[in-house]
């Protein structure tokens, strides 16, 4: 039997080092894992009592509302006012999604169809890649090159913005959708507001839609305060933005994210929502809406976690010979592959680390081929854990000097 929509499908090559962590762990190795980005912070406290004391209630436990309730979606218009300023309708300028991983990926099926076009950074978190090719559409992969490489020292995004244009004038049929996505994951490249307004212009001078994924909206380091593209002028003409409480709360398993934005985009998508599903477990909707209004610095808390963790990390790496600038923003570090080690592609640099450093990270192909010789690390381990991580890497890369 043929399934249409996967067979295509290349392998997803972080099983790979997965496969190789498992096998290690099992022949008792402790490997220190810094791939798969999965926060280890807690979820705020508040979150988990009030999880507790709205599952008790028999009512929350029917069906929900897809959408959200109405002061969840209130709340995080209130998020939205108190950080950035920005004005939301929660009736129709706001919808739940379960989680931004969902949104998105049904995002995509509402925005472009068989024979549409979309334009996505490179490298770029997978489902960014993916989302619309399971929507049938042809995908341009605009390159970051510059603005994503943390040895490249200076202003790029005219470069960005070149490319961008090139994407958009070369090719038939000109594309829809434009994916972009900062802070960055994989990279950590950051914009600032200016960079923003200049996508909104160019997205509402060729009709076209950007979809903004900010689930790195509150990590930023270093004084930096990442924007949300709302802010630019006129931008609910033409953006919708992804908010999670995934990373700003540490709460990845609740599934709790927000489409928001440009009102029509965002009821098309509360349309086939309706079909799909009957939204989150109304309890943790409950609790999502308590803890946006009554515990909203905890993402600050979780900031300087990850600010510290980056800290250990780079510091530490440099020390063997692994320098890498500080990135300014998300939960990631995203790593050259070492001169010594270039002539292995990322697949086998990462497998030699879990073979002789017992650390495991993100083989930058992963992203897209425009990840090919970098790897990246997550700030998903503790400082005493980071440092053990450094100290095996000394062991392990004996090339570095």
């Known amino acids: 039997m043929e399934f249409r929509r996967i067979t295509n499908l290349p392998p997803y090559v972080f099983t790979i080092i997965n496969n190789l962590k498992i096998e290690a762990r099992r022949a008792g190795v402790d490997v220190i894992d810094l791939g798969f980005g999965n926060p280890d912070i807690p979820s705020p406290q508040i979150a988990v009592d009030k999880l507790g004391e709205a599952a008790q209630i028999a009512r929350?436990?029917?069906?929900?509302?897809?959408?959200?309730?109405?002061?969840?979606?209130?709340?995080?218009?209130?998020?939205?006012?108190?950080?950035?300023?920005?004005s939301l309708d929660p009736e129709l300028e706001v919808t739940n999604t379960i989680g931004s991983k969902e949104g998105f990926s049904h995002l995509m099926w509402v925005l472009l169809d068989r024979g549409d076009a979309a334009i996505?950074?490179?490298?770029?978190?997978?489902?960014?890649i993916y989302g619309p090719l399971f929507a049938g559409a042809d995908l341009r992969q605009v390159p970051m090159r510059h603005?994503?490489?943390?040895?490249?020292?200076?202003?790029?995004?005219?470069?960005?913005?070149?490319?961008?244009?090139?994407?958009?004038?070369?090719?038939?049929?000109?594309?829809?959708?434009?994916?972009?996505?900062?802070?960055?994951?994989?990279?950590?490249?950051?914009v600032d507001l200016d960079f923003m307004q200049r996508v909104v212009d160019f997205c509402r001078e060729r009709e076209m839609i950007v979809v903004h994924d900010f689930a790195y909206a509150d990590v930023g380091f270093?004084?930096?305060?990442?924007?949300?593209?709302?802010?630019?002028?006129?931008?609910?003409?033409?953006?919708?933005?992804?908010?999670?409480?995934?990373?700003?709360f540490s709460m990845a398993g609740w599934r709790v994210a927000f489409l928001v934005g440009n009102r029509d985009v965002v009821q098309a998508l509360v349309k086939l929502k309706s079909y799909l599903d009957y939204g989150t477990?109304?309890?943790v909707q409950i609790a999502a809406t308590v803890t946006m209004n009554e515990a909203p610095d905890y993402p600050k808390e979780v900031c300087s976690i990850y600010e510290s963790r980056r800290d250990a990390?780079?510091?530490?790496?440099?020390?063997?010979?692994?320098?890498?600038?500080?990135?300014?923003?998300?939960?990631?570090?995203?790593?050259?592959?070492?001169e010594p080690y270039a002539d292995m592609n990322s697949v086998e640099f990462c497998s030699h680390l879990v073979r002789e450093c017992e650390v495991a990270l993100?083989?930058?192909?992963?992203?897209?081929?425009?990840?090919?010789g970098f790897a990246r690390f997550a700030l998903i381990e503790n400082e005493r854990r980071i440092a053990q991580g450094i100290r095996n890497l000394k062991r392990g890369l004996v090339k570095l000097g």
């Not at 996505?120 to 960014?128: A, G, N, Q, R």
């Not at 040895?151 to 090139?166: P, Y």
């Open 222 to 248: 270093d004084g930096y305060e990442p924007p949300s593209i709302l802010q630019a002028e006129g931008a609910k003409e033409c953006a919708v933005e992804l908010y999670s409480m995934t990373k700003s």
């Open 281 to 283: 477990f109304q309890p």
């Open 60 to 86: 929350n436990h029917r069906y929900s509302l897809s959408r959200g309730l109405p002061k969840l979606r209130e709340a995080v218009s209130a998020l939205y006012e108190r950080k950035w300023g920005v």
């Open 362 to 372: 993100s083989p930058g192909v992963g992203f897209g081929p425009g990840g090919e």
């Open 313 to 338: 990390l780079i510091d530490g790496l440099a020390r063997i010979g692994w320098d890498i600038p500080k990135p300014k923003g998300s939960m990631f570090v995203w790593a050259p592959i070492p």
């Open 147 to 190: 603005l994503a490489d943390p040895r490249v020292q200076g202003d790029f995004t005219g470069d960005f913005f070149d490319n961008l244009t090139t994407a958009y004038e070369v090719g038939w049929p000109k594309p829809r959708v434009l994916v972009i996505s900062f802070p960055h994951n994989p990279t950590g490249a950051v």
């Open 120 to 128: 996505v950074p490179s490298p770029s978190y997978p489902i960014h």
